[in-house]
Each structure stands twice: as C-alpha cells, then as structure tokens.
Nanobody, 121 residues
C-alpha cells in the first residue's frame, strides 16, 4: 500500500512562513493530481490547493497570494509554501495524490496522515 509522508508542520507566529512537503513511500507509475487539504477543529476538511500533472494550479480563496503549491514529478513529491500565515490557517494539513500505482491499476486516491500547523502569538 502506498503511503504518503508529510513533513514541515509546526508552531509559528502570525506573519511567519512554513513549507510543507509530501513524498510517496514507493514509486508510483503516474500521478495526475497532487494536493493539500486541511481540517480545523470542528470544521470539515477543505481543499487548500492542488496541482495537476501539466502544472495548472488552483487555490482556495483564503490562501491566494500567500500559499504556493509545487511538485517534483521525478521525486513524486509535492510542496506547499505558506507565507504570511494567519491564525485562521491553523489546522491539520493532509497531502493527497491521485494516480496509478502501476500502469494497469485503476486511478486511486492516496492520503497522508496529516501534519499539524499552528499559527499563534
């Protein structure tokens, strides 16, 4: 079973930056979409940003201009650069990848276990 390993979360003050990384535990034949979701206490999980294989990106409105998603296809890794963090960005951030583990397999979704981001003064 493919596992996604996230890193880079932590406790920061408002206005500071963090960079999240997410890599696969094994090689995957092809990955269509890589993305980051977050879930704050008492709220539903929401899409933060995602990026397709061609490089197109989309962001939730609240992070536009502050967060940047990027991917390294050779390393099956996705990053989320988060600048000017705000207390409302506090949440558990989850990595998600959609793709084929091997060429003949169906497209599947893979999730990481999450990394905590806390923005507080």
């Amino acid at each position: 079973q493919v596992q996604l390993v996230e890193s880079g979360g932590g406790l920061v003050q408002p206005g500071e930056s963090l960079r999240l990384s997410c890599a696969t535990s094994e090689n995957i034949f092809s990955i269509n979409t890589m993305g980051w979701y977050r879930q704050a206490p008492g709220k539903e999980r929401e899409l933060v940003a995602d990026i397709i294989s061609g490089g197109s990106t989309r962001y939730t409105d609240s992070v536009k201009g502050r967060f940047t998603i990027s991917r390294d296809n050779a390393q099956n890794t996705v990053y989320l650069q988060m600048n000017n963090l705000k207390p409302e960005d506090t949440a558990v951030y989850y990595c998600k990848m959609s793709g084929k583990r091997i060429w003949y397999a169906p497209i599947s979704d893979y999730w990481g276990k999450g990394t905590q981001v806390t923005v507080s003064s």
